[in-house]
C-alpha cells in the first residue's frame, strides 16, 4: 500500500520549536488528506491538524495559533511547524495519509489509510 515516514521529533524546552516531516512513498495514485495526530501515555490519540489536498487545515483548539501545517503535493510531503511548545504537548505524534493507491493485484486504485510508526515529541526543561 502507502508507507508514510515520520522524522524531526525529539527533546525541546518549554517555549521551544520542532518541525515534523512525514514522506508517504508507494504506488500512490492521488492523496486527500494529510494530518498528524498525537497520543500522551494513558491519553487516546487525538487529531491535532489535517490538511486537504486543497490546502484547507483544521486545528485542534489547544494548538491553534502555535502549530502550522503544510503539505508538498508534489513531493506528497506534510509537515507541522510547532512553536511556543508547551509540556502537555508532549506525545508521540503520528503521521496519517488517506488517498488512492494503484494496487497491481487488482490492476485498478483502490483506497488506503495509512499511518506512520510515530516520532516522539518530549517538551521539558
Known amino acids: 500500500q502507502v508507507q508514510l515516514a515520520e522524522s524531526g521529533g525529539g527533546l525541546v524546552q518549554p517555549g521551544g520549536a520542532l518541525r515534523l516531516s512525514c514522506a508517504a512513498s508507494?504506488?500512490?495514485?492521488?492523496?486527500?488528506?494529510m494530518g498528524w495526530y498525537r497520543q500522551a501515555p494513558g491519553k487516546q490519540r487525538e487529531l491535532v491538524a489535517d490538511?486537504?489536498?486543497?490546502?484547507?487545515?483544521h486545528y485542534a483548539d489547544s494548538v491553534k495559533g502555535r502549530f502550522t501545517i503544510s503539505r508538498d503535493n508534489a513531493k506528497n510531503m506534510v509537515y507541522l511547524d510547532m512553536n511556543s511548545l508547551k509540556p502537555e504537548d508532549t506525545a508521540v505524534y503520528y503521521c496519517?495519509?488517506?488517498?488512492?493507491?494503484?494496487?497491481?493485484?487488482?490492476?485498478?486504485?483502490?483506497?488506503?489509510?495509512?499511518w506512520g510508526q510515530g516520532t516522539q515529541v518530549t517538551v521539558s526543561s
Open positions: 490538511v486537504t489536498d486543497s490546502g484547507t487545515t
Open positions: 496519517n495519509a488517506d488517498g488512492r493507491y494503484y494496487n497491481r493485484r487488482s490492476r485498478s486504485p483502490e483506497r488506503f489509510v495509512s
Open positions: 508507494g504506488r500512490i495514485v492521488s492523496i486527500n488528506a
